[in-house]
């Protein structure tokens, strides 16, 4: 007449195992994910920067002196377009929280570069730092 039904401790810790296994092995893919969509966003970013950029130089005939010209009259541009050449009152910041890196002097056709450095922030690197 001892009729007990349930689990035992044994059974109950191999299922939560198993339960932590998959959680584990979700939490790493949506990891690559959020990388992911972290460097398209930046991909994006760079092409409205360096569209703003062309737009900036197409007005005024000089390429702006940094990224902050575009969302700020630098004073001496008479064509400058009103309200600037971002949608935003200030210059865009990465995915990663740095701000992107605008250079006139690059080295062949193009007259700037809009770089993004990544995770970690500094020029080079591997994996989700390049």
Known sequence: MNDQRGFSLMEILVALFIIGLFAGGAAVGIKKITDGAKKKRAIQDIRVLSGAIDQFEMDNGVYPGSLEDLVEDPGDM??????????????????????????????????????CYAADGTEGGDGKNK
Do not use: F, M, S
């Open 78 to 115: 008479p064509d400058y377009q009103p309200g600037g050449y971002l949608n935003k009152d200030e210059v865009p910041v990465d995915p990663w929280k740095h701000a992107y890196v605008y250079t006139r002097e690059t080295e062949g056709d193009q007259p700037y570069e809009v770089i």
